[in-house]
Nanobody, 118 residues
Framework: QVQLVESGGGLVQPGGSLRLSCAAS????????MGWYRQVPGKQRELVAV???????NYANSVKGRFTMSSDNAKNTVYLEMNSLKPEDTAVYYC????????????WGQGTQVTVSS
């Protein structure tokens, strides 16, 4: 079992910045992938950024150049730095990790609300 706790969401004006954190209950080095997703009411949850164990990070086209995913192994925490925020970035942001072996298991955090509005 893995527990993930997101934090850092809030209300920010357009053009502003936020940093989301996702604290894991075990070593993040054990995860095959770590990712950030977001969801708005009435729409499907969408990928924002995903990092593989090898260190490759892919971003959704809508956030490329504005969002940066990073991690701190010592703190078992994954971050999402969000800059130049737009109203369309408003959503609940979720952290997800995957552990793969004979089977793959996905673990999700509870989500944190990000609202971009003037």
């Amino acid at each position: 079992q893995v527990q993930l706790v997101e934090s850092g969401g809030g209300l920010v004006q357009p053009g502003g910045s936020l940093r989301l954190s996702c604290a894991a209950s075990r070593s993040i080095a054990s995860f095959n992938t770590m990712g950030w997703y977001r969801q708005v009411p009435g729409k499907q949850r969408e990928l924002v950024a995903v990092r593989t164990r090898g260190g490759n990070t892919n971003y959704a086209n809508s956030v490329k150049g504005r969002f940066t995913m990073s991690s701190d192994n010592a703190k078992n925490t994954v971050y999402l730095e969000m800059n130049s925020l737009k109203p369309e970035d408003t959503a609940v942001y979720y952290c997800k990790v995957t552990i793969s072996g004979l089977r793959s298991y996905d673990y999700w955090g509870q989500g944190t609300q990000v609202t971009v509005s003037s």
